[in-house]
């Protein structure tokens, strides 16, 4: 099974994944010289239920690292590799239980995740060199595909809320079933780490349908995917 391609800016590298028989692998196939090569190997090659949720990839914006978030021994891991010095660096994340979707920010200084923490898949900001997160949703709607806009100004991410003030619902262990929306974060009027509630601006509203996986492209401008 391949999953999860990835393209840097640049188009000369790609990042993908395989899982055969539960050994997963993470490969960067160059572009421009044809090769491909395995900088991760998890796991060993059993006839059991597969994980496919991991591993998370994400290129930074200059497109020479690659950030690899995985699951190993019931931790999270981050794996950086440079595809021009070859350089590879582990670190444990402590915070979160799992990662789901991750994307760098425009200066590359920060990382916009979906992460599971106390059970709830919560909306979080990585700062890449100290580590620390910020949180910016609380709450048990499901928050997923996280990206910046406009130079890191605004949070857009996918949810399945029906209300866009972040003080209202959502604070039960429930199932929510109304559909997923694409909402606004404005990300530049936060301060802190910890949690700090505010009226999202709500981007769609489509009771009957889904919007997910939204993908930057320009200044206010993004794509989604939707059924």
């Not at 939204?214 to 794509?223: D, H, K, L, Y």
């Amino acid at each position: 099974v391949y999953q999860r391609l990835v393209i840097n800016r640049k188009g000369d590298f790609v990042a993908y994944t395989t899982n055969k028989l539960s050994q997963q692998k993470v490969y960067i196939y160059n572009n421009f010289e044809k090769r491909g090569k395995c900088i991760l190997r998890l796991g060993q090659k059993i006839d059991i239920l597969p994980d496919y949720s991991f591993p998370v990839l994400a290129w930074n914006p200059n497109g020479d690292l690659l950030s690899v978030f995985y699951e190993f021994k019931g931790e999270v891991n981050w794996l950086t590799y440079n595809v021009t010095t070859k350089e590879k660096s582990k670190s444990k994340l402590f915070h979160f239980e799992k990662i789901l979707e991750a994307n760098y920010s425009e200066s590359g200084k920060k990382i916009v995740l979906s992460a599971l923490v106390d059970g709830k898949t919560d909306v979080f900001v990585l700062d890449v060199m100290s580590r620390s997160k910020e949180q910016i949703t609380n709450d048990f709607y499901d928050n997923r595909s996280p990206i910046f806009l406009n130079n890191d100004q605004l949070i857009i991410f996918s949810s399945n809320r029906k209300n866009d003030s972040m003080l209202e619902e959502g604070r039960e262990n429930l199932v929510y079933n109304h559909s997923l929306d694409i909402f606004c974060y404005n990300y530049s009027k936060k301060s802190g780490f910890k949690f700090t509630p505010q009226v999202l601006f709500r981007l769609t509203n489509t009771p009957e349908y889904n919007e997910k996986m939204p993908i930057p492209i320009g200044f206010n401008t993004f794509q989604y995917l939707s059924d």
